[in-house]
């Protein structure tokens, strides 16, 4: 009698031994989980830093006066005269100068 009542708190030990062994490797795993997920929000939030900053350059490049200064300054072009425009058919010419016609468009 005495032997098996030994043999149950020995088996109890051993149960109870287990499940904290268990509940540390489990929490191990946790905590091992949570850090990579915390080293992948910062590289979320670097990568989101770095795509707001790309979004700026390119609004900033789309800018209709960055593209005028570009287009006058780099590649030499101008705004045409009246006398230098051509129309394929009279009912396509505008009322007015065209250039300013284009220059309107452009800043409205």
């Not at 904290?20 to 929490?27: D, E, K, W, Y």
């Not at 850090?35 to 800018?63: M, P, Y």
């Not at 030499?76 to 051509?86: E, F, N």
């Not at 300013?100 to 409205?108: F, H, K, T």
């Amino acid at each position: 009698m005495l032997l098996r009542s030994e043999r149950r708190i020995l088996s109890g030990i051993v149960i109870i031994g287990l499940i904290c062994v268990f509940i540390v490797v489990l929490t191990a795993y946790a905590t091992e989980l949570r850090v990579d997920n915390n080293r992948l929000i910062s590289e979320i939030n670097t990568l989101q830093g770095e795509i707001d900053t790309l979004n700026v350059r390119i609004k900033q490049a789309n800018n209709i006066e960055r593209i005028e200064e570009v287009a006058v300054q780099q590649l030499g072009m101008i705004y045409p005269d009246g006398d230098q425009c051509v129309y394929i058919s009279q009912e396509d010419a505008p009322s007015g100068n065209l250039a300013m016609l284009i220059r309107e468009n452009a800043y409205s």
